[in-house]
């Protein structure tokens, strides 16, 4: 392990992911209430329950640490140690029965990165990055595969329709003309197959902390590469702009893309 994380968070972050998808798992499939935020994004009851879990372990086992939660939060948003949590990314695939969300639980540093799980609860896959070690997807290493051509490249994006406007809807449209597959939907369940070898990139923009702050240690410790579209390393300030790549080679011609124009 490094200094920045220990065997006790990575136990912790397992630990986690057990408590959310316990409290997930009775709700999927179920007629539940859903309810709409202020941003008009949906929220269940399996949402805010998680969340609620994994917060009152964190105060249990690290009560020094500071929490960004999508639901219910910040709490000690300063602390050197600051765990970013979504409970579900991918309600609207949750609430529509189809299981490409995921619970996303991040350590942070001073604002880096340093430990990501990407949980599917259902399908009982997870992911787990950490500085220092090779990603594993329940506990056996993942590699990204190498694709160094764009016009090789499969290419996801959540909801292109919604996530890019003006300039960055231009750019988003010169990349997608230059791959040779295109794909919508997935949420943080796309950045997974992409640790995987089975995507090549996946752009994105409008993403929050609590969705790409987990993402980071899994795609890094994989092989591949997630940055700003700047080429810039993702941190708690970042943009929400996010291009992360199974080859390293893919990442200067899609950022030339993207801004192109």
């Given at each position: ?51 609620a ?20 939060g ?24 189809i ?45 990204t ?26 750019g ?18 796309a950045y ?8 090549d990139?996946v ?20 092989g ?38």
């Amino acid at each position: 392990m490094t200094e920045e994380v220990s065997a006790a968070h990575i136990a912790l972050a397992e630990a986690l992911a057990d408590a959310a998808g316990a409290i997930i798992r009775p709700y999927f499939h179920q007629p539940i209430a859903v309810d709409e935020k202020s941003d008009l994004t949906p929220v269940t009851i399996a949402d805010r329950a998680a969340e609620a879990a994994m917060r009152a372990l964190i105060e249990q086992r690290f009560p020094e640490h500071g929490i960004i939660g999508e639901e219910h939060g910040s709490t000690r948003a300063e602390a050197e140690h600051v765990w970013v949590l979504d409970p579900i990314d991918g309600t609207k695939s949750f609430i529509s029965g189809i299981p490409l969300f995921g619970t996303l639980i991040a350590l942070t540093r001073r604002g880096r990165p340093v430990l990501g799980i990407i949980d599917q609860p259902i399908l009982r896959e997870r992911w787990l990055g950490a500085e220092g070690r090779a990603t594993t997807l329940n506990g056996a290493p993942v590699r990204t595969r190498a694709c160094t051509s764009l016009d090789r490249a499969t290419l996801f994006s959540t909801a292109p329709e919604l996530m890019f406007q003006g300039a960055d809807a231009a750019g988003f449209a010169r990349l997608r003309a230059a791959v040779k597959l295109v794909r919508a939907g997935g949420d943080c369940y796309a950045y997974a197959q992409l640790a995987n070898g089975f995507i090549d990139l996946v752009v994105e923009a409008q993403l929050k902390p609590y969705d790409y702050c987990a993402l980071a240690p899994v795609i890094a410790g994989a092989g591949g590469t997630i940055t700003d579209w700047q080429g810039r390393a993702l941190d708690l300030a970042a943009d929400g702009r996010v291009i992360a790549c199974g080859d390293p080679a893919l990442a200067a011609p899609t950022r030339a893309l993207l801004a192109a124009g």
